[in-house]
Every structure is written in C-alpha cells, then in structure tokens.
C-alpha cells in the first residue's frame, strides 16, 4: 500500500488459535507463515476441515511458540499468474529482462528488452524502494492479474528455485553480472536465447542411481 500498488485484503494473526478461529469463519483463505518458510509452507485453505490437519502438525512441531508465531491470511484471488525473475543493482533493473510462468515447478519464460504492462506495474512501483535500501541482486515476484488489475502476491529477494540452476547456462556473463551487481555497477546481461524452458523431474530411484532420460521431440 505505501508504495501505491493494489492488495488483496490481508488480515494479520498472532499464534495458532488465532488462525485457527479465522479459517473457521472465513473459506478460500491463503496463509502465509511470518519468516521461517520451511515450518510451514504457503497453505491455501478451502475451509477449516481441510486445513485443520496440517496446522495442529504444524503445533506440534512449534511447541510453546505456536502462541507467538505470526501469519497472514489472505484473500484468493483467481487470475492468471505471470512473474518476472529480475537484477536489480540499486540503481535500477538490469536488462534484458526475464518472465513467464511457473506450474508446479514447471517453467517458461522469455527474455525481452521490456516488460507487460501488468507486471511492469509491479516492478515500476518497487523500484523507488529498492533503490532507496540500496537492493544488489536478484529478485523474483509472483504476481496475480485479476479482473484486469496487477496483484503482487509473493516475492523472494534470492535467486528463483529451481529456475536459476539454468542461469550459468542462460547467462554468457554470469560472472561478470553478480560482480558488478555487487559493486552497484551497471551490466548488461547478455542472453544465450530468447526463451527458456525448465522441466524438473523427480524419482526416487533417480536419488541414489544413475538413471537415463529419453526425451521425444
């Protein structure tokens, strides 16, 4: 809200009881926990009964800071959901710039010289702010477009996962881009393409074999 951009309502809870009382009065709830994202990950509630489970694990596991520890919960918004995954040198975003969409850890983006509108909205209003604490590196967003307006809905001031295990790949300059960045310098990176397209696949023989991968064009 201060830096002007659109948000979804947002109600602030303290301790597990708390929540617990606005998921039973309040259906299509998504719950984000305060800092420690890998207690407790991102919950979309459908209403109490199907997410009632998962937070009395979650008690469990927090012990006596299951009283103190904050959430948020949020208003589902239904839209396509695009993000960029951006360089920011505290100046400014680097160019070209990188966006797309994410399906379940799917991904595929394209590398342009400008943004769309609706996600340039988003990265036009953040930048006062990031220039302003003087932000070096990468920052990614996930933004939802509904009803034609631009919703920043999560961010992650780190690289994307799994999509940066491509950037040494993507990134002729690699090297260079997180050296200048460092240093708050300007760089142009200098794409190997135009688009890129990231598939990870999962097999539990696979963690402790060699296992072959036959892909059909």
């Not at 009881?17 to 800092?35: A, P």
């Not at 509904?146 to 920043?152: I, N, P, Q, R, T």
Request: glycine share 8%; proline share 6%.
């Amino acid at each position: 809200k201060e830096l002007g951009l659109p948000t979804q309502e947002t109600t602030r809870l303290k301790g597990t009881e708390e929540l617990k009382k606005f998921l039973s009065k309040n259906d299509n709830v998504v719950v984000k926990h305060d800092i420690f994202r890998g207690d407790l990950e991102t919950l979309y509630s459908s209403d109490i009964k199907h997410s009632e489970q998962v937070i009395e694990d979650f008690e469990a596991k927090a012990g006596p800071f299951r009283k103190d520890m904050m959430f948020m919960a949020e208003e589902t918004l239904e839209g396509v959901e695009p993000g960029f995954d951006l360089f920011h040198n505290g100046k400014g975003w680097l160019k070209p710039y990188l966006y797309g969409y994410e399906f379940k850890s799917g991904y595929i983006g394209k590398i342009d010289e400008t943004l769309p509108s609706a996600l340039k909205t988003v990265a036009d209003g953040l930048d006062p702010y990031l220039q302003k604490i003087d932000y070096r590196g990468p920052f990614s967003s996930e933004v939802i477009i509904h009803k034609g307006v631009s919703y920043l809905i999560d961010y992650t001031a780190r690289m994307p996962f799994p999509l940066s295990v491509a950037y040494t790949e993507l990134i002729d300059n690699y090297s260079d881009v997180i050296y200048k960045i460092a240093c708050g310098e300007p760089v142009d990176l200098k794409m190997r393409g135009k688009y890129i397209g990231l598939l990870p696949l999962f097999s539990d023989y696979g963690k402790n074999h060699w296992l072959p991968i036959q892909v059909k064009p």
